[in-house]
């Protein structure tokens, strides 16, 4: 699983909406790392990861839910303007248009080339499991030097996306479930919560199920604009790291 926890939160008194003003210790993360683990479930040299959750009796259940065949994208535009929050923007270059004449005969052609920094929260993108290292270490163990210049050895997005991802997502709606537009920078997320939007909604989130986690952070941009979202400013609205021990029981394929 992969994803944001917003940065240093603790519960409001009498209230499931959460505040900025306690951080997670190292020991308490540590604890958690291990209590979710799933290194070694599904063998020492699996690549997949949770994703085994997902087989093929998942897959042919979840095409039986479709109804309208309506597609739904998740994705943002590609931003090419720098700002607070994309420190990194895309650059999108015309190598040639139609009026550049590379001959005498039609048809002619038009080609461009993009560059892209695909990770922060301007780019829409899937993250592998080499994307994070724990005490020098990946999934399953596998070294995190094994991460080098020319990019990783084991553990890549090809694995993921070789296949496509195809099962049953669930929608968690945070914002609607606290009557706002959004959730404000560093509002963390809590398991009651997750399981109090299971509730509003009428879903329960199961094993193979993949998360859609809503908290309203590119809606808050296009109305307020950009802010400095990283750990050193303003942070971003997230699920609390503790929320990963419901993820994990529930067997949850993808986040």
């Not at 592998?128 to 084991?154: F, I, M, R, T, W």
Request: net charge negative; glycine share 10%.
């Amino acid at each position: 699983l992969s994803g944001s926890a917003s940065r240093g939160c603790a519960r409001d008194e009498g209230s499931i909406g959460m505040s900025v003003n306690a951080a997670m210790s190292a020991a308490e993360f540590d604890q958690l790392f291990q209590t979710v683990c799933n290194w070694g479930r599904w063998g020492a040299d699996d690549v997949r990861g949770a994703l085994n959750y997902i087989t093929p009796a998942h897959v042919r259940a979840a095409a039986g839910l479709v109804r309208t065949g309506r597609p739904l994208s998740l994705a943002i535009p590609i931003n090419k303007v720098a700002g607070p929050d994309n420190a990194s923007p895309a650059v999108h270059t015309m190598i040639l248009t139609h009026a550049m004449a590379t001959g005498p005969d039609e048809p002619r052609f038009a080609l461009d080339s993009l560059a892209c920094a695909c990770h922060g929260d301007c780019h829409t993108h899937i993250d592998a499991l080499c994307h994070v290292s724990y005490k020098g270490q990946l999934y399953n163990g596998v070294p995190a030097a094994s991460v080098a210049d020319e990019g990783a050895s084991k553990l890549d997005i090809t694995n993921t996306c070789a296949q496509g991802i195809v099962g049953r997502g669930v929608l968690l709606d945070l914002p609607r479930l606290r009557g706002v537009k959004w959730l404000e920078p560093g509002e963390a997320v809590w398991p009651e919560e997750l399981e109090a939007a299971e509730k509003a909604q009428g879903v329960r989130l199961g094993e193979g199920d993949i998360l859609l986690f809503r908290t309203g952070h590119h809606r808050r941009r296009l109305e307020l604009g950009p802010w400095d979202n990283s750990p050193a400013g303003e942070g971003k609205a997230g699920l609390h790291p503790t929320a990963m021990r419901l993820l994990h029981e529930r067997k949850v394929a993808a986040f």
